[in-house]
């Protein structure tokens, strides 16, 4: 019960951000992406923000080793980079700048925008299809 | 549609989703990527019940709060090409195992080489696409 009530703040401060932030309008999101045209360098700056607060803090949650109720923290990533890294990044990227949306703001605008309704349901369409995919080879 | 350079807003707004996505990792040792949350807690059975309440408070802080700033929704964006992007979205974030949140917030923060190469691969993608579609073909958004 505890765990959820934590991770129901997470979402409310996530979602609460994202909306502050400005990053819930995609026409935002896509003139960020277009340094050539009118550029909206809004979207590096909520990275920056975000990071400034993050950074420190897992750096903190590392040298802890343990989470705040002493549960083990997951174990370091791994740094192996594989074609399903770059392939798939490089998919996601070409549909975030089709319609601006990432799979955050595209949650976060769901009881406002009825096309994040249809994107939602496209995104996990999609992320199915990816299943059908064979598993890595060793990881 | 041109917007304009927030810059107050965007450090507060992204100052938030720091702070979220560092008190998953303390509480839960979660990381909070929205693609896997969201993702598990429809096809997953087990620990749904961290990731329904994650994604509810999420949807409903940032739906009031665009509800009481009264901006308007973006109508009129091409069903099909609606379709498309959020298809590849799912699909690549699946793939490529995260998205902004995951690989650009919670990756970095971990310091990850993985998350590093995957940031600058999809804003360089996304970067291309919106040239593309903007400067080159002229006409979707």
Redesign the interface.
């Known amino acids: 019960m505890k765990r959820i009530a934590f991770a129901v703040a997470a979402g409310v401060l996530f979602g609460l951000g994202l909306a502050v932030s400005g990053m819930t309008n995609p026409d935002k999101v896509l003139n960020f992406l277009d340094p050539a045209g009118q550029w909206d360098p809004s979207l590096a700056l909520v990275m920056g923000g975000a990071l400034a607060v993050s950074v420190p803090g897992f750096a903190w949650l590392r040298r802890r080793g343990r989470t705040l109720a002493n549960e083990a923290l997951p174990a370091p990533p791994s740094s192996r980079l594989d074609a399903r890294l770059l392939v798939g990044s490089a998919l996601f990227g070409i549909g975030w700048g089709i319609a601006g949306y990432c799979p955050g703001p595209a949650l976060a605008n769901l009881t406002h925008a009825a096309e994040a309704i249809v994107f939602v349901i496209a995104l996990l369409a999609g992320s199915r299809l990816a299943r059908l995919l064979p598993a890595p080879a060793n990881r | 549609?041109?917007?304009?350079?927030?810059?107050v807003?965007?450090?507060?707004?992204?100052?938030?989703?720091?702070?979220?996505?560092?008190?998953?990792?303390?509480?839960?040792?979660?990381?909070?990527g929205?693609?896997g949350i969201?993702?598990a807690a429809?096809?997953q059975e087990s620990e749904r019940?961290?990731?329904i309440?994650?994604?509810?408070?999420?949807?409903?802080?940032?739906?009031l709060?665009?509800?009481a700033?009264g901006?308007a929704?973006?109508?009129g964006?091409p069903?099909p090409?609606?379709?498309?992007?959020?298809?590849?979205?799912?699909?690549?974030?699946?793939?490529?195992?995260g998205?902004?949140?995951g690989?650009?917030?919670?990756?970095?923060?971990?310091l990850?080489?993985?998350?590093l190469?995957?940031?600058l691969?999809?804003?360089?993608?996304?970067?291309?696409?919106?040239?593309v579609?903007?400067?080159v073909i002229g006409g979707?958004?």
């Not at chain 2, 549609?1 to 810059?7: D, G, L, S, V, Y």
């Not at chain 2, 609606?82 to 699946?94: C, E, K």
Request: aromatic residues 10%; proline residues 3%; contains cysteine.
């Open positions: 549609m041109p917007t304009a350079f927030t810059p807003s965007a450090l507060i707004g992204g100052a938030l989703i720091g702070l979220a996505a560092t008190l998953l990792f303390a509480t839960l040792g979660r990381i909070a929205i693609s969201v993702t429809v096809e019940g961290w990731r309440g994650f994604l509810l408070g999420l949807i409903l802080a940032a739906g709060w665009l509800a700033s901006v929704p973006r109508t964006f069903l090409w609606l379709i498309a992007a959020g298809l590849l979205v799912g699909f690549g974030t699946r793939l490529g195992s998205c902004t949140s690989h650009g917030i919670c990756g970095l923060s971990r990850s080489r993985r998350s190469v995957a940031v691969v999809f804003m360089g993608f996304g970067a291309l696409t919106v040239y579609l903007r400067h979707i958004a």
